[in-house]
C-alpha cells in the first residue's frame, strides 16, 4: 500500500471514527486559587454547580464532546458564534439537570425551567474583560430567556474576597471563579482562570470497582479511580446506597473533594461528590 493511499485511509478512519466536534478547540479550564495575585484585576462570579456545555455556533456539546439534544426551541436565537457556559437551573440541583441533558429525545417540560449560563466567547480574541462586554451584547440581542450571562463583579482584596464565598457557600453556592481582566481564552489550563473553594476537589477516571462488604455486600463498595497523571486510590465515601447498587459506568469522570495531599501525592479523605461526564452506553 503506497504512502499517500495509507494516508487516506487513516484519515477516513479518524473522521467516521472520531465525535465530530473532535477538531474543535478545547475548554479553557480552571486552576484552584491561591492567595498572591492582585485581586482587584479579576472578575469574580459565582461557580455555579451546573453541567459545562460549549455552543458551537448550531448546537450544544457536553465537556467530554457528546452532543447535547436541547430542543430546539432552547437555542433559538442564540448566536452563530461559539458559547462557553454552563446548563443550570439552580443551586444544588445538578443530578436533575444532569439526568434531563442526558434524556433522548428531549421533554419540552423537563427543559423548561434550563438556562443556559454563558461566561465566556471562546473565539474572541481580546481579553476577558472585552470577552464579557461582548458577550453580553450577544445575550441581550438573543431575546431568549434561557440564555444567559453569569454576573461578573470587581472584588477589592482578598479579605473582601473570602467574605463573598463564605456568602455564596451559607446560600448554598459551590464557590467562585476569577478571571484575570486581560487573559485571553486559550484551551487546556490557564494561569490567568481561577476557582475558589472552602474544599479541594479534583476529577478522575473510574477504571473499576471494589466489591462491598458487611452491609454493601453484592453492591459496589468503592470507586478504582484514576487521575490524570496515572495515580490511582479509591474512592468509597461519600457514595449513596443507589450510586453502590447501580454505579456510574467504567469511563466516567467523577468529581470528589479531598482535604490536601498524604506524604505520597493521594487525596487525603477523599469523598465522591458527583458524575461530572457519564461515559457513553455501549
Not at 50 to 58: F, L
Not at 171 to 198: I, P, T, V
Request: charged share 25%; with cysteine; hydrophobic share 40%.
Amino acid at each position: 500500500m503506497s504512502r499517500l493511499l495509507l494516508t487516506i485511509v487513516l484519515l477516513c478512519l479518524l473522521l467516521t471514527s472520531a465525535p465530530l466536534h473532535a477538531l474543535s478547540p478545547s475548554l479553557m479550564l480552571a486552576e484552584q486559587w491561591r492567595d498572591g495575585p492582585d485581586v482587584s484585576q479579576f472578575m469574580v462570579s459565582e461557580k455555579l454547580d451546573g453541567v459545562r456545555a460549549r455552543w458551537d455556533g448550531s448546537r450544544l456539546w457536553s465537556r467530554a464532546g457528546h452532543p447535547i439534544p436541547a430542543p430546539a426551541w432552547f437555542t433559538r436565537g442564540w448566536p452563530r458564534q461559539p458559547l462557553d457556559g454552563e446548563l443550570w437551573m439552580g443551586r444544588n440541583r445538578f443530578e436533575a439537570t444532569s439526568a434531563i441533558i442526558r434524556s433522548s429525545p428531549a421533554n419540552d417540560a423537563d427543559w423548561n425551567p434550563l438556562r443556559f449560563m454563558a461566561f465566556d466567547l471562546p473565539a474572541h480574541t481580546g481579553g476577558f474583560g472585552q470577552r464579557f462586554n461582548a458577550l453580553e451584547a450577544l445575550v441581550r440581542q438573543a431575546r431568549n430567556p434561557h440564555l444567559e450571562v453569569i454576573a461578573q463583579q470587581r472584588i477589592a482584596d482578598n479579605a473582601q474576597l473570602q467574605q463573598h464565598l463564605r456568602a455564596i457557600v451559607d446560600a448554598g453556592g459551590e464557590g467562585l471563579m476569577l478571571h484575570h481582566q486581560d487573559n485571553r481564552y486559550s484551551a487546556g489550563r490557564s494561569e490567568g482562570l481561577f476557582k475558589l473553594k472552602l474544599f479541594d476537589d479534583a476529577e478522575a477516571r473510574i477504571i473499576g470497582y471494589v466489591p462491598g462488604k458487611g452491609k454493601y455486600v453484592g453492591m459496589v463498595g468503592a470507586l478504582m479511580v484514576e487521575r490524570a497523571d496515572g495515580r490511582r486510590f479509591r474512592l468509597g465515601s461519600g457514595l449513596k446506597d443507589a450510586q453502590r447498587a447501580d454505579p456510574p459506568p467504567i469511563g466516567s469522570q467523577v468529581t470528589y473533594r479531598y482535604n490536601g495531599l498524604t506524604v505520597h501525592g493521594l487525596p487525603r479523605f477523599p469523598r465522591f461528590l458527583r458524575v461530572r461526564d457519564e461515559a457513553p452506553s455501549r
